[in-house]
């Protein structure tokens, strides 16, 4: 139970630490006499699905990623039905990256101290996931000493990692000090588990208890309680104990395995909501030999991947066990050899069971868009293959036609028709919401989305300069003035004006990508058509402000105007010494 507790907590206070939705104040007409007139608000930041986002990766017959392939090239399924792509976009490595605003003007940065680097700021997360649970001692210790190499060698300046266990035992934020995540690795170990008696596993009990108690063909109640038998040395009249015995053990066990499987599948998705508010590359590496997901659990199965989909975080998955090869014999802890037909059976059923455990490595990584890697000892290899991104990344973007705010699960294909030597690796589908969207909500879900992203769009011309003054030695004020291109804006015309609003929102990222804090702004332009010309070629100045402490910051910037449904968003950065 206290494992269970550990575990809970840690799933919220990760779901914590994500921006919570605020009720926006409501809008207020422009002061009588002004044709642009703006309001401050608070942004409202919340997570629906309408454009759904799909990431593809393509190889060719050697494994080799293809980044010369178009829109057109494409064709995008929900649930069978073709779908028009509306936003098509290619990221990597090769692809070149928009350079950002220059950091704020102010007053001079102050010289850097001998020794210390200049501040990056970062652009990928990696969230290493130990399984404590389930990994033996001996994987886990080696997959521990790869990680740990790995990352000293291998992670970037403008990466940022964290490190989890499975259990909650270990959490340590993301961060790019060595020396902090070194010491979070001497802290993933195994965890002592809890053993039944005779003891069975997790899978051995799910068997059990899918049949009635007194069903004569439970073969699984039947090898369990020859296993009690043999363990507990029954003999004459005790020996009519073993179907009870292994009836108490199964329960038992199937409650810790079925607890220890959801607080697995419930930290996964707790880890996705919390990176989803990181500016940037987001991706998981799982660390685990598996582990069996009863049908019981199909649906936060589901619900795990969805919402890392949804948070546009790639789960990939190491198996620690390297080259795997079942033993030819079970051995049972603590009890002598059982009779051969009860190992045989027992053989079979560990069988059964690591194939369940791989299927769900597979599902995890293929239903997030990312990467399995398992049959093979160098797990430095594989730590270093799943942290790099791919070298070309396509996004396909559409509106689902016709959908229905049902809730229901839909899946994704998506294939290259004039390519059939190319293998496609694509998300597998997405849940749709359970409630209808309105026009509102549909704005603040466009806008968190971009916000919490690091692409930039391009739709309306939007220029971005920072400032700041420091008000102490520790205390700033920092002024983010993004200047508004009125020429791409869709006026429409109401009474004598040419109107439109247009929302501003700008985010705070601290160096490690942690959000900081978010302020928006709304622009009323009720413009007459004697001034609109001057209008449009001034432009319009729209100023946030914060209050912040000295240090590096990551500036995201997004506009978006009601009247076309268009949207900008930017990336700036500002370092106050």
Known sequence: ????????????????????????????????????????????????????????????????????????????????????????????????????????????????????????????????????????????LLARQAATKHMQNVLRPEDRAAVFALSGH???????DRAVLDAAMTKIRPLPRPQSNPPLSYFQSELIEQYDDQDPNNEALQVAAQEAVSCLSLTGSTAQLGPEMARSAARTTQQIGLQETRNALLLLKALASRMAAMPGDRIV????????????????????????????????????RGVYVQPPVVDIPGCPMPPGNVQNKLFDYRGQEEAAKTITLDQIADGTGGRAFRGSNDLLSGFNSLAAPPEYIYYLSFYPEDMKPDGSFHTLKVTLPNYKSLAVKARKGYWAPAHAEDEAAQATREI?????????????????????????????????????????????????????????????FDRNGNFVKGTQKTVEMRVRDATLQAHLRSGVDVGLEFDVKTGAYLIRLVVRDAGGHQLAASNASAEIP
């Open 1 to 140: 139970m206290m494992r269970f507790l550990c575990a809970a907590f840690f799933s919220a206070a990760l779901a914590a630490q994500t921006p919570s939705p605020t009720p926006s104040p409501t809008p207020s007409p422009a002061p009588a006499g002004e044709e642009i007139a703006t309001r401050e608000e608070t942004p409202v930041f919340q997570s629906q699905v309408n454009l759904v986002r799909v990431t593809v990766v393509v190889r060719d017959r050697d494994g080799k990623e293809v980044g010369n392939l178009k829109k057109e090239d494409f064709r995008l399924f929900d649930k069978g039905k073709p779908q028009v792509v509306a936003q098509f976009a290619m990221e990597g490595s090769a692809v070149p990256k928009p350079t950002p605003a220059p950091s704020a003007e102010g007053e001079a940065p102050a010289p850097s101290e001998p020794g210390k680097p200049h501040v990056v700021l970062p652009t990928r997360f990696i969230a290493y996931v130990f399984d404590d649970w389930n990994l033996e001692a001996a994987d886990l």
């Open 448 to 508: 968190r989305e971009a916000v919490f992203s690091r692409d930039e769009v391009h739709d309306l011309p939007v220029g971005v300069r920072t400032q700041f003054f420091k008000t102490s030695d520790e205390d700033a004020k920092l002024k983010v003035i993004a200047h508004l291109d009125l020429r791409a804006v869709r006026f429409h015309k109401e009474a004598e004006a040419n109107r439109d609003d247009v929302t501003v929102v700008c985010a705070l």
């Open 285 to 320: 590496i799982f660390i685990s030999s598996g582990f069996y997901v009863a049908n019981d659990l199909n649906t936060e199965m589901m619900q795990a991947i969805d919402r890392a989909t949804r948070s546009n975080v790639v789960i990939n998955t190491l198996d620690a």
């Open 170 to 176: 270990t959490e340590t934020p993301f961060t790019d």
